[in-house]
């Protein structure tokens, strides 16, 4: 069997019970997912550039970092890199056979974040910038003991799983806040404010632009949220100006 083109065929890409069905699957195995250092981007648009330009930084600066990104455009191993260089389709295929095996029945989404965790976990990463599927309370993603969240943006996607409305999704995407957490975002309003006060989370409210390679105003709004994460890692500023004027993220806008 090709384990990765079985993969590909999977049309089950999402439901609601992903989260609490992973977070029992690693409750069993002593909670290996948080060992990983995590800053977990969800949003409408923008997260895949947001999460490729923190991940560029932070190889940059010399660390090596775990990306997990949706969708991808020729290959399924473009969406679990380390350092920028895809998994293999050997590991790949090993891994997914391995989780077939382990965990039948699981979803496109959940597979591939299984797969993510222990392919980073095996290589030591040190960081892992980690984009949402579909939203964030259910999504397979919201499983992590995040040291950084991120949303991008709301507009109306994926109704059917996240509501109907603009508030609806953003509290969807709100579920991946954590206590004592920084959330990055451009977005200000009393749904945030009362549910970073709930959780307890911190609201870091992002305004500047930064300049990048990437064209497009939204684009330089996406550098400015990298920037804030990026100067709270503690990342060189000379490091993340350099790293944000020259995002290589081949086939993206």
């Not at 991808?72 to 350092?83: A, D, Q, V, W």
Request: aromatic share 10%; proline share 2%.
């Amino acid at each position: 069997m090709n384990y990765i083109e079985e993969l590909c065929s999977f049309k089950n890409i999402g439901k609601k019970g992903e989260k609490d069905f992973l977070i029992e699957y690693y409750k069993k195995i002593n909670n290996p997912q948080n060992k990983l250092k995590v800053i977990h981007i969800t949003g409408t648009a923008g997260k895949g550039s947001s999460s490729m330009m923190i991940a560029n930084a932070l190889q940059e600066a010399g660390f090596k970092v775990g990306l997990l990104t949706s969708p991808h455009l020729f290959k399924l191993n473009e969406r679990i890199k380390i350092n920028g260089k895809n998994i293999s389709d050997l590991d790949l295929d090993n891994y997914i056979k391995e989780f077939f095996n382990q965990v039948p029945n699981a979803t496109f989404s959940e597979y591939l974040t299984l797969i993510a965790v222990k392919y980073f976990l095996d290589n030591n990463i040190d960081y892992f910038v980690c984009e949402a599927f579909v939203g964030g309370k259910f999504d397979s993603t919201n499983i992590f003991n995040s040291i950084a969240t991120v949303i991008t943006s709301i507009g109306l996607d994926h109704q059917n799983l996240l509501g109907n409305t603009k508030e609806e999704i953003l509290k969807n995407k709100l579920g991946i806040l954590r206590k004592d957490i920084p959330l990055f975002t451009r977005i200000d309003n009393k749904i945030i404010r009362e549910e970073v006060k709930k959780i307890g989370a911190k609201h870091i409210k992002v305004k500047r632009l930064v300049e990048t390679n990437l064209i497009g105003t939204f684009q330089k709004e996406n550098a400015g949220i990298a920037y804030e994460v990026l100067k709270y890692l503690n990342i060189d500023e000379n490091i993340i100006r350099e790293s944000l004027k020259n995002v290589l993220w081949n086939g993206r806008i």
